[in-house]
């Protein structure tokens, strides 16, 4: 009886943000015929779960308790104005289907979606038996969440203990204040059930991945990229092991692909989306900022290289980095108002001196991720394969929209080698720590480059 009144707590946990996110999909993207059901309810349960953890955050800020009532209303009153506009536009979003979409799929089609499906059960079902077990879920999001849920808020005495300075006060909310709504749903925390948020994430990943390289390239081939994506182990590891790592993946490369969908008439819906869920990926983890910032670079990189420096792409400039402000900035400030740092970004390292002085650990870096890159049984073939497509491909490399995706990658590298290069750690240490859930943060974006690289008709 338990675990069936769980099952709909659960199922009510849910719900609720999926249904509020699906609704902002359906109010921007309305107009989008091609976008799927699948691919908004992907866009919806991020959008509805990065909502959520700004209201929870918000409802703090204003001193008001978590309880499921205090959380529903804050919700519903950010559904109200987007109620009302989907009602005034009287409009039903459409997912157009041509006639080869329409016939049977082929025996090949339907074996790679089986694989995908299987793969995802076994996550689902591996993240359900095993709770909370790896350090950072446990002692850094769960711990958090825990905190969160005993105490009903955000609360400051928590993030100034020096003495659980292992959970890492200065790290973005968006994770433990989800895991706190499910086990506020719950009446109590269960570390298993609330692992379910991170197999979704896992699916709704997937799911735009595939239905954004489809726009790009032929189905079958899109299928076949994902079928690879879905198995590199470290990937299905990622799934279940309640790292924050998986949000911040599915946020970013999210809002990456929607960018470069915007890149031809700087379509503002597409825009909007890539904005909020680039707010959301520097509301998961520290880098995230990072590369949301980035975002912002190759916003400003597209409309210099289109030619089009006028007063309307300057304000939609500003308006994407308005949204990223307006998710992040009460986080920054509230930091900044405690003294909370960063222990490897701050300003004992963070100088000209530190920097040259710990050049000297370059080549121990880049031994480190050649080792990494031939690790076959965590990546399989993965970067051998990539590296091989760039490299006998490398003249398509300036075509547009694959110059933008190596163009974050260089950057994504780039800031990582130097975050390296200023640890105040063990660099062995740090990069055995960290190195495999750096590549797994640009693996998405690797694999789309590589069916962009391989598959000559390109629809753009």
Request: a positive charge.
């Amino acid at each position: 009886m338990q675990i069936f009144f769980n099952t709909l707590k659960i199922i009510f946990s849910l719900s609720l943000p999926i249904l509020l996110g699906y609704l902002i999909c359906e109010v921007i993207l309305y107009k989008k015929f091609f976008f799927s059901f699948l691919q908004k309810l992907a866009l919806g349960y991020g959008i509805g779960m990065g909502v959520l953890s700004v209201a929870m955050f918000s409802l703090s800020l204003l001193k008001i308790k978590f309880s499921v009532l205090s959380i529903t209303f804050s919700l519903l009153i950010v559904a109200v104005p987007f109620l009302l506009a989907h009602l005034k536009s009287n409009r039903i979003s459409k997912n157009r289907l041509d006639e080869k979409q329409q016939k049977r799929a082929p025996f090949f089609h339907k074996l790679l979606i089986g694989i995908i499906i299987a793969v995802f059960l076994f996550v689902l079902l591996q993240a359900l038996i095993i709770p909370l077990a790896a350090w950072d879920s446990w002692a850094i999001y769960g711990f958090k969440a825990k905190a969160f849920y005993i105490e009903k808020t955000v609360t400051i005495d928590f993030l100034n203990d020096t003495t659980k300075s292992y959970s890492h006060p200065d790290y973005p909310l968006l994770v433990p204040l989800i895991e706190t709504w499910i086990y506020i749903c719950l009446g109590g925390w269960n570390d298993q059930l609330v692992k379910i948020l991170f197999p979704l994430y896992f699916i709704s990943l997937i799911i735009i991945f595939y239905n954004n390289l489809k726009y790009y390239i032929d189905k079958k081939y899109s299928l076949l990229f994902t079928s690879f994506f879905i198995t590199i182990p470290q990937f299905i590891s990622l799934g279940s092991n309640g790292y924050a790592d998986l949000p911040l993946i599915f946020y970013y490369f999210t809002s990456f692909v929607f960018l470069l969908k915007a890149y031809n008439n700087l379509d503002k819906r597409m825009l909007f989306i890539s904005a909020m869920f680039a707010g959301f990926a520097a509301w998961t983890k520290n880098e995230g900022l990072v590369l949301s910032i980035f975002n912002v670079i190759i916003l400003a990189a597209m409309i210099i290289i289109q030619r089009k420096i006028n007063r309307r792409n300057i304000i939609v400039l500003l308006e994407y980095s308005l949204v990223i402000l307006l998710i992040i900035i009460p986080w920054i400030c509230l930091k900044k108002s405690l003294g909370i740092a960063n222990d490897v970004v701050n300003g004992g390292n963070f100088n000209l001196a530190s920097i040259l002085n710990n050049l000297k650990k370059l080549p121990i870096i880049l031994s480190w991720f050649g080792k990494e890159i031939i690790v076959f049984k965590s990546w399989n073939l993965l970067w051998v394969f990539s590296l091989a497509i760039i490299t006998f491909n490398f003249k398509r490399i300036f075509i547009r929209p694959i110059l933008f995706i190596f163009l974050s990658l260089f950057f994504y590298l780039g800031i990582w080698v130097f975050i390296y290069i200023i640890s105040p750690y063990d660099i062995n240490w740090h990069l055995a720590t960290s190195l495999n859930r750096l590549l797994l943060q640009i693996t998405p974006s690797v694999l789309f480059l590589d069916g962009l690289l391989i598959c000559q008709n390109l629809n753009i």
